[in-house]
C-alpha cells in the first residue's frame, strides 16, 4: 500500500508543476488561426467566380504555365498593391433588373417615339437623338423568347435563327429582288438586292471588270444604304472590308440581318450631319439604290463622301438615275426628270475634281483625283470649285456637312499622292501608317506605331491562353475595341475569322482613327456617355482598354456598362483592362448585371497595377409569357438546335 500510494505521488508530483509553468492559450490560437487561414483558402479559390465561368471561359493552367499565368485564381490585392481599403472593399451589389420586352430591340439614340420630336426635313429626325440623363434605362435589355447563339462564320453569312431578329417584312417587301427569305425556323440570304437580282456575287463581278479588286490596291469600302449588306458580305471574299450603314427606317432591321449575319454594319445616315469617319479613309464608296438624293443640298451628300474618299479612291453608283433610258418606267419616273438627274450628278461630279472611269450597264463609277493641284488651278481660272477654310477635316459625328470641298493635304508634285501613298493589302496593316511617318500625329512616332503593334502580339497571345474560347475558330465574330488607340488589338487578330470595330471615343487624347483606316482596318468615332449606333446583341466580343480611367467622371460608369450588355450577346464575353481600383469599382456594378466576372493579373505579373477583369454575360432571355412584366428563362443556350 505504501509502496503504490509512493508511485502515484511521484507521477502527480511531475506533472503538476509542469501544468502551472505552461500556458495552452496560445497553443489554442495557433491552432485557431492555422484553421481559419485554411478555410479562407478554400474558399478564395472555390467561391470566388462561378464554376460556369470558369469552365465556359478561362482555360485550366498547366504546371509548366504556372509562373505566366498565376492569376487563373482569385486575387489577393494586399498582398501585391497598397490598395487602400475603402477602394479595395466591394461596395454592395445592386442588382438591375430586366427591361419589359417592349425593349428588345432598343436602339437609344435612334428610337422611333423620340424621333418624331425632330424635323423630318432632310431626314434630320432619323439622324443622333439620344436620350437625356433622366430618360436612360437603369435595366437589363432582353434577348427575345428562344434567342439562339447565331451561326458560325462562313454559315451565318446566308443562314440566321428567326428568333434572333423576327421579323418578316423584308421578306415580303425585297421578295422579287432575292434579299432574304424564310424557310423553316431560319432565314436565307441568297444574296441579292435591288440593282443585283442574280446576287451580289454576279454584280460584283461586274465592278471587278472597270475596277481592280483583288489586288489589295482596295482594302476599305463604305455602302451607303446597305439593305442587309450583302456587298459587303461578299466582298469579303476579296479581301475588302466594307463599313456598311443604312437608317432604321420602314426597311425593318436590315442593320440588325447585316450583324447577324456576322457582316461589319451600323445605324446611320447621311442626313445633315457627316459621318462618324475621319477624311480620306475609304478606297472605293458604294451606292445601289440608296436613295440619297445627291444632287440636292448644294451637293452636300456627295461633297460629304469626298471627305471620307482617299485620293484617288472610287464612287460607284447603280439605280436610279444609271441607264435610265431603260429603267424610267419601272422606276416610275420620266425620262426628263431621271436625265436631269444624271446631268446634275455629273456636273457635281466635276466640280469635286472627280473622273468618270465607266458607265456599263446599270453601274458607273468615278475616281477622285490623288491629290489638289489641278482642282485649285480649275478653282483660280474657272471659279467653279470651292474650298472649305477647315482646320480639322477628320472631326464628325456632329460636325455639319458643307457645300464646299475638303482640301487634300498638300503635295510637291502633280504626281504625288496627297497624304502619303498606302501600301497594297496585306503590307498595309504592319507599315507604318503615313499620317505617323508624317508627323501629323503630334508625339507620336514610327517607334511607339511598332512598338505598339508588338505589345498586342503579345497581350492577345495571353488572352487566347486565359480565355480559352478565344482561340476557338468561330465562336467569336462580330468584335468591338471600345478604345482602340492604333488599332493593334485587331491588328493582332487579322488571321483569325473575325472582324473588329475598332472606337476612337470622342475623349481620347490624340484622335487616331485615321491611322487605322491606312492600316486597312474600319472604325468609327464614340462617345461612351451615349449609345452606340447599333441594335442590342450584335457582338461577341468587347474589348475596354483603360476605358473607364478615360471616362472617369465625365459620365456614370453604370450607364456605360448598361450600354455594353445592351450591345452584347448572351454569353459574350467582355475583357477590361485597367487599375485595379477601378476594376473593383466596375466589378461592383456588373455583379448584379447577370454576368459572370474574375479579376486576373497582368500578362506581366503580379506586381503590375494594371489588371484585367474577365466576363461572361449570362444567358437568359425574355419570356414569350406575360407581356406586362419581363418575366425571364435563364437556362443552357441551344446553340447546338438545328
Given at each position: 500500500m505504501a509502496s503504490g500510494g509512493s508511485t502515484n505521488s511521484g507521477v502527480s508530483k511531475l506533472y503538476r508543476p509542469y501544468c502551472k509553468r505552461v500556458n495552452i492559450i496560445p497553443f489554442a490560437l495557433v491552432i485557431l488561426l492555422c484553421s481559419a487561414s485554411y478555410f479562407l483558402g478554400v474558399w478564395q479559390h472555390s467561391g470566388g467566380v462561378s464554376t460556369s465561368f470558369q469552365s465556359t471561359v478561362l482555360n485550366a493552367v498547366s504546371c509548366d504555365e504556372e509562373k505566366v499565368l498565376a492569376s487563373a485564381s482569385k486575387l489577393d490585392f494586399a498582398a501585391h498593391h497598397t490598395v487602400d481599403e475603402s477602394k479595395a472593399a466591394a461596395p454592395a451589389v445592386r442588382e438591375f433588373p430586366a427591361c419589359d420586352v417592349k425593349y428588345s430591340e432598343y436602339t437609344p439614340c435612334e428610337d422611333r417615339d423620340r424621333s418624331l420630336r425632330f424635323?423630318?426635313?432632310?431626314?434630320?429626325?432619323?439622324?443622333?437623338?439620344?436620350?437625356?440623363?433622366?430618360?436612360?434605362?437603369?435595366?437589363?435589355?432582353?434577348?427575345?423568347?428562344?434567342?439562339?447563339?447565331?451561326?458560325?462564320?462562313?454559315?451565318?453569312?446566308?443562314?440566321?435563327?428567326?428568333?434572333?431578329?423576327?421579323?418578316?417584312?423584308?421578306?415580303?417587301?425585297?421578295?422579287?429582288?432575292?434579299?432574304?427569305?424564310?424557310?423553316?425556323?431560319?432565314?436565307?440570304?441568297?444574296?441579292?438586292?435591288?440593282m443585283f437580282s442574280n446576287g451580289a456575287d454576279a454584280y460584283i463581278n461586274e465592278i471587278e471588270r472597270l475596277i481592280p479588286l483583288r489586288n489589295g490596291s482596295i482594302r476599305t469600302a463604305v455602302d451607303t444604304g446597305c439593305g442587309v449588306a450583302s456587298w459587303g458580305a461578299y466582298l469579303l471574299s476579296r479581301n475588302i472590308l466594307t463599313m456598311?450603314?443604312?437608317?432604321?427606317?420602314?426597311?425593318?432591321?436590315?442593320?440588325?440581318?447585316?450583324?447577324?449575319?456576322?457582316?461589319?454594319?451600323?445605324?446611320?445616315?447621311?442626313?445633315?450631319?457627316?459621318?462618324?469617319y475621319p477624311a480620306r479613309a475609304f478606297d472605293m464608296a458604294h451606292c445601289s439604290r440608296c436613295l440619297i438624293p445627291w444632287?440636292?443640298?448644294?451637293?452636300?451628300?456627295?461633297?460629304?463622301?469626298?471627305?471620307?474618299?482617299?485620293?484617288?479612291?472610287?464612287?460607284?453608283?447603280?439605280?436610279?438615275?444609271?441607264?435610265?433610258?431603260?429603267h424610267w418606267k419601272g422606276w416610275q419616273r420620266s425620262e426628263a426628270d431621271l436625265k436631269a438627274e444624271q446631268d446634275d450628278i455629273e456636273t457635281l461630279a466635276t466640280s469635286l475634281c472627280w473622273k468618270k472611269i465607266k458607265e456599263k450597264g446599270d453601274i458607273a463609277i468615278w475616281q477622285k483625283p490623288t491629290n489638289h493641284i489641278h482642282c485649285k488651278i480649275r478653282k483660280r481660272v474657272l471659279r467653279s470649285t470651292n474650298f472649305c477654310n477647315v482646320t480639322n477635316p477628320d472631326s464628325a459625328g456632329y460636325t455639319k456637312m458643307e457645300t464646299c470641298l475638303t482640301p487634300l493635304p498638300e503635295v510637291s508634285n502633280t504626281r504625288e499622292i496627297a497624304g502619303g501613298a498606302l501600301k497594297n493589302w496585306p503590307q498595309r496593316l504592319m507599315a507604318v501608317p503615313p499620317?505617323?511617318?508624317?508627323?501629323?500625329?503630334?508625339?507620336?512616332?514610327?517607334?511607339?506605331?511598332?512598338?505598339?503593334?508588338?505589345?498586342?502580339?503579345?497581350?492577345?497571345?495571353?488572352?487566347?491562353?486565359?480565355?480559352?474560347?478565344?482561340?476557338?475558330?468561330?465562336?467569336?465574330?462580330?468584335?468591338?475595341?471600345?478604345?482602340?488607340?492604333?488599332?493593334?488589338?485587331?491588328?493582332?487578330?487579322?488571321?483569325?475569322?473575325?472582324?473588329?470595330?475598332?472606337?476612337?471615343?470622342?475623349?481620347?487624347?490624340?484622335?487616331?482613327?485615321?491611322?487605322?483606316?491606312?492600316?486597312?482596318?474600319?472604325?468609327?468615332?464614340?462617345?461612351?456617355?451615349?449609345?452606340?449606333?447599333?441594335?442590342?446583341?450584335?457582338?461577341?466580343?468587347?474589348?475596354?482598354?483603360?476605358?473607364?480611367?478615360?471616362?472617369?467622371?465625365?459620365?456614370?460608369?453604370?450607364?456605360?456598362?448598361?450600354?455594353?450588355?445592351?450591345?452584347?450577346r448572351p454569353e459574350g464575353t467582355?475583357?477590361?483592362?485597367?487599375?485595379?481600383?477601378?476594376?473593383?469599382?466596375?466589378?461592383?456594378?456588373?455583379?448584379?448585371?447577370?454576368?459572370?466576372?474574375?479579376?486576373?493579373?497582368?500578362?506581366?505579373?503580379?506586381?503590375?497595377?494594371?489588371?484585367?477583369?474577365?466576363?461572361?454575360?449570362?444567358?437568359?432571355?425574355?419570356?414569350?409569357q406575360g407581356q406586362d412584366q419581363p418575366a425571364l428563362s435563364a437556362h443552357s443556350n441551344p446553340m447546338n438546335e438545328t
Open positions: 424635323d423630318r426635313d432632310r431626314l434630320i429626325y432619323r439622324e443622333r437623338h439620344c436620350p437625356a440623363k433622366e430618360e436612360l434605362l437603369k435595366c437589363l435589355i432582353p434577348a427575345p423568347a428562344g434567342y439562339k447563339t447565331p451561326f458560325p462564320w462562313p454559315i451565318s453569312r446566308d443562314t440566321a435563327w428567326f428568333s434572333n431578329v423576327p421579323h418578316k417584312e423584308l421578306t415580303v417587301e425585297k421578295a422579287v429582288q432575292n434579299w432574304i427569305r424564310v424557310e423553316g425556323n431560319k432565314f436565307l440570304f441568297p444574296g441579292g438586292g435591288t456598311s450603314f443604312a437608317p432604321r427606317d420602314s426597311h425593318e432591321a436590315q442593320v440588325q440581318f447585316a450583324l447577324e449575319r456576322g457582316v461589319p454594319a451600323m445605324i446611320g445616315v447621311l442626313a445633315t450631319n457627316r459621318l462618324p444632287h440636292l443640298y448644294g451637293g452636300q451628300n456627295l461633297i460629304e463622301v469626298d471627305r471620307i474618299l482617299r485620293p484617288g479612291g472610287y464612287w460607284i453608283l447603280s439605280g436610279p438615275p444609271i441607264n435610265w433610258r431603260r499620317r505617323i511617318a508624317s508627323g501629323s500625329l503630334d508625339g507620336v512616332t514610327a517607334e511607339m506605331f511598332l512598338q505598339d503593334t508588338e505589345l498586342w502580339k503579345k497581350r492577345l497571345g495571353y488572352y487566347k491562353a486565359v480565355i480559352n474560347q478565344l482561340g476557338q475558330k468561330g465562336r467569336y465574330r462580330n468584335l468591338l475595341d471600345m478604345n482602340a488607340k492604333f488599332g493593334s488589338f485587331a491588328a493582332a487578330l487579322i488571321d483569325d475569322p473575325v472582324w473588329v470595330m475598332n472606337v476612337v471615343p470622342s475623349e481620347a487624347k490624340i484622335n487616331t482613327l485615321g491611322v487605322i483606316y491606312e492600316r486597312g482596318l474600319i472604325g468609327i468615332y464614340q462617345d461612351w456617355c451615349e449609345a452606340m449606333s447599333t441594335y442590342p446583341r450584335t457582338y461577341d466580343l468587347l474589348h475596354a482598354d483603360t476605358l473607364f480611367s478615360l471616362y472617369n467622371g465625365r459620365c456614370e460608369m453604370e450607364d456605360i456598362l448598361l450600354e455594353m450588355d445592351r450591345i452584347l467582355v475583357i477590361f483592362r485597367d487599375d485595379v481600383d477601378v476594376l473593383v469599382k466596375v466589378k461592383s456594378i456588373t455583379d448584379g448585371m447577370r454576368w459572370d466576372s474574375q479579376i486576373v493579373d497582368h500578362e506581366d505579373g503580379p506586381l503590375r497595377r494594371e489588371k484585367l477583369l474577365l466576363v461572361v454575360k449570362t444567358y437568359w432571355t425574355a419570356s414569350n
